[in-house]
C-alpha cells in the first residue's frame, strides 16, 4: 500500500537548538517528494520539491535531502516564528496526479 | 498575482444538510484537486478536476461530488452532512503538465463544522 509515514508526531525544541524532522515512504515510481509548512488553521505553504535521491534544497534555516526511501527537513538554529506543523507528500506513478500526505510532525520552538 | 482562494472561510451546518464549498484557482491553472483534512488527521485526497472533467476521486462516499466550471474554479458539495464531516476542506491549484517543482498551491481552506 502506498504510505507516507512521518517522524516524530511531536518535537519541542529550544530557541537555536539543530534537529531532524523524518518522512518515509513507499511508493513505486516517485515522481516529487514536497515538503510543505502549514499554521493553524491555514492552507499548507509549499517549501520544497526533491525528485531523486541525493538531491538537496535549502532555504533560510531549513535543508531538505532525499535518499530512496526517506527525506529529512533539517532545521539550523530555529526560531521560534519556524514553530508550525511541518507535512511531507509524494506524487507517484499511477496515482493521477494526487498527493498522499504523512500526517505530519508538529514542530514547538521555545524562547 | 493573487494565491488560491476559497469561499465560504467558515460554514455551519445541521446533520443532514447539503454543503456548497468554493474554491477560485491561481489565474491560469486549470487543475484543482481538494482534500479533507479532519481534526488530528493527515490531508485526505477527495477529488480532481482537471479542462472541467473529474480525472481521479479519493475512498469517500458518492455524496462527495463537484464540478469545475469553464474559468476553472470548482465547487465541493456534500450531502446528508454527517458529523465526522466536519473537518477543514483545502484546495489546491497547479498549471497542468506544469513542473511539479513548484508544487501545488494551497488556499486556506472552508472551516465545516457539522452539528
Known amino acids: 500500500e502506498d504510505q507516507v509515514t512521518q517522524s516524530p508526531e511531536a518535537l519541542r525544541l529550544q530557541e537555536g537548538e539543530s534537529s531532524s524532522l523524518n518522512c518515509s515512504y513507499t511508493?513505486?515510481?516517485?515522481?516529487?517528494l514536497f515538503w510543505y509548512r502549514q499554521d493553524p488553521g491555514k492552507g499548507p505553504e509549499f517549501l520544497f520539491t526533491?525528485?531523486?535521491a541525493g538531491e538537496e534544497k535549502e532555504k533560510e534555516r531549513l535543508k531538505a535531502t532525499l535518499t530512496k526511501k526517506e527525506s529529512f527537513l533539517h532545521i539550523t538554529a530555529p526560531k521560534p516564528e519556524d514553530s508550525a506543523t511541518y507535512l511531507c507528500?509524494?506524487?507517484?506513478?499511477?496515482?493521477?496526479?494526487?498527493?498522499?500526505f504523512g500526517a505530519g510532525t508538529r514542530l514547538a520552538v521555545h524562547p | 498575482e493573487a494565491g488560491v482562494t476559497q469561499s465560504p472561510t467558515h460554514l455551519i451546518k445541521t446533520r443532514g444538510q447539503q454543503a456548497t464549498l468554493r474554491c477560485s484557482p491561481i489565474?491560469?491553472?486549470?487543475?484543482v484537486y481538494w482534500y479533507q483534512q479532519a481534526l488530528g488527521l493527515g490531508l485526505q485526497f477527495l477529488l480532481w478536476?482537471?479542462?472541467?472533467?473529474?480525472?481521479n476521486r479519493g475512498n469517500f462516499p458518492p455524496r462527495f461530488s463537484g464540478r469545475q466550471f469553464p474559468n476553472y474554479s470548482s465547487e465541493l458539495n456534500v450531502n446528508a452532512l454527517e458529523l465526522e464531516d466536519s473537518a477543514l476542506y483545502l484546495c489546491?491549484?497547479?498549471?497542468?503538465?506544469?513542473?511539479?517543482?513548484?508544487?501545488?498551491?494551497f488556499g486556506s481552506g472552508t472551516r465545516l463544522t457539522v452539528v
Open positions: 478536476y482537471d479542462e472541467g472533467e473529474e480525472r
Open positions: 489565474s491560469g491553472h486549470t487543475s
Open positions: 511508493v513505486s515510481g516517485l515522481r516529487g
Open positions: 489546491a491549484s497547479r498549471l497542468t503538465r506544469q513542473e511539479t517543482r513548484y508544487g501545488y498551491t
Open positions: 507528500a509524494v506524487r507517484f506513478s499511477g496515482g493521477y496526479n494526487k498527493l498522499i
Open positions: 526533491l525528485y531523486s
